[in-house]
């Protein structure tokens, strides 16, 4: 049985496919073949140590597969450029389709790949990692790093369709669907108080959870929602930018800690803890008990609330200020009113930051 949530964007609406097996996958690819469009499928070396029957299994040919390393550092201009020769030396044409088998990695370069060769060709996405399934799958946000920071070079090119297939959880290792559950409870804390207290009854959501399925679909219905009035992250207050809760903390943890420390969703986890502080501090409608409840969510699904190891905070500010999210009129934050409902925030004074650092094990 597949079930389909439409991302509305005009021209360039697409379709999730919740599926339960893969013939939605394979009547697409059968169908482009029949009509002699190439497919090419972009996954990472461990993926394809587990799934290479399944993969082959789709019929895309041996030859247009590709691989690259798994992990973080795949996402660079290096690994970008291979697959664009690797792509050329073939003779792809416009007409030619990637598939984008894997993790948020996977589909942020294979993304941009497809944004950015010929001008743009079609690409879909095959996410295999809880994360890719709730968030990074969906929106059209591709890009990869540079050795200056995360995401700054990139494209909002949108899929042409996403097939979701929770099956592929099964062999997910247990840290990896954690990052992944940080992203879960973000979407309850932005703009579901309903999700949230589903996950709060939950506790620990495992991936072979009966709700999981309901839970993945409204996180998917979220975010299909706020791309749809906001595509390109233009609005100047709320809007998509609402999406990176906890990401203003969590991606200067990331960048300061070097890659590799944190999973993208360890990090997160600690900015939401922090979010959760500066909103109570900012609303008075959002509680101390808010707060508590969040961090044992989080613990509860094995993610940190506090650093590992001490950072500076002043190195954790100088990365803050870089973040992308930044307006000219000062940095930007996502705070909660209450537990559901997100508003971007400016003009939070520097002291106050400083002050939420230390409680999470940062040092002058
Ligand atoms: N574009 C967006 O909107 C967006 C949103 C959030 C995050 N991201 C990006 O996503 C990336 C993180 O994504 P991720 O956490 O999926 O990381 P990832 O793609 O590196 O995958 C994590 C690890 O899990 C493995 N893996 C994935 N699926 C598996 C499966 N089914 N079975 C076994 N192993 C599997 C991968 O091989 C990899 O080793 C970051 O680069 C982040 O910037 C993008």
């Not at 960048?255 to 008075?284: K, P, Q």
């Amino acid at each position: 049985m597949t079930e389909t949530l439409n991302v509305q964007l005009e021209d360039r609406s697409y379709p999730i496919y919740f599926n339960q097996d893969d013939s939605t996958l394979k009547a697409t690819i059968d169908n482009l073949h029949q009509n002699n469009k190439a497919c090419y499928l972009i996954t990472d070396s461990n993926l394809y140590s587990i799934y290479a029957d399944y993969i082959e299994s789709l019929g895309i040919p041996q030859a247009h597969i590709y691989q690259v390393p798994e992990g973080e550092t795949s996402k660079s201009v290096e690994h970008f450029e291979k697959i664009l020769s690797f792509l050329a030396s073939h003779s792809a044409n416009r007409d030619a389709s990637i598939f984008a088998f894997g993790g948020g990695v996977i589909g942020d370069l294979a993304g941009y790949v497809a944004a950015s060769y010929l001008r743009g060709i079609h690409f879909y996405q095959i996410p295999t990692s809880l994360l890719a399934m709730v968030d990074s799958s969906v929106g059209g946000k591709t890009g990869i790093n540079l050795p200056e920071g995360k995401n700054l070079v990139g494209a909002f090119w949108q899929p042409h369709a996403v097939f979701i297939n929770q099956k592929f959880l099964e062999t997910l290792p247990k840290k990896q669907f954690a990052s992944g559950m940080s992203e879960v409870i973000k979407y309850g804390l932005l703009a579901d108080k309903a999700l949230f207290d589903q996950l709060a009854n939950i506790g620990t959501v495992n991936f072979d959870d009966a709700l999981l399925p309901s839970i993945i679909r409204r996180c998917c219905e979220i975010k299909a929602e706020i791309v749809s009035n906001d595509e390109k992250e233009i609005a100047d207050t709320n809007g998509r930018a609402l999406l990176n809760l906890g990401h203003t903390f969590g991606h200067a943890i990331e960048n300061v800690a070097g890659y590799g420390d944190y999973l993208h969703g360890e990090a997160i986890a600690i900015g939401l803890h922090l979010a959760c502080r500066l909103s109570e501090l900012t609303y008075s409608s959002f509680s101390e008990t808010d707060t508590e409840q969040t961090i044992q969510l989080l613990n509860q699904n094995g993610l940190p609330t506090v650093l590992n190891k001490s950072l500076e905070i002043q190195a954790l500010n100088k990365a803050i200020s870089r973040d992308k999210k930044n307006r000219a009129s000062g940095i930007r934050f996502v705070l909660m009113k209450s537990i559901g409902n997100a508003q971007t925030k400016e003009g939070i004074d520097e002291a106050v930051i400083n002050a939420l650092w230390k409680k999470v094990g940062a040092v002058e």
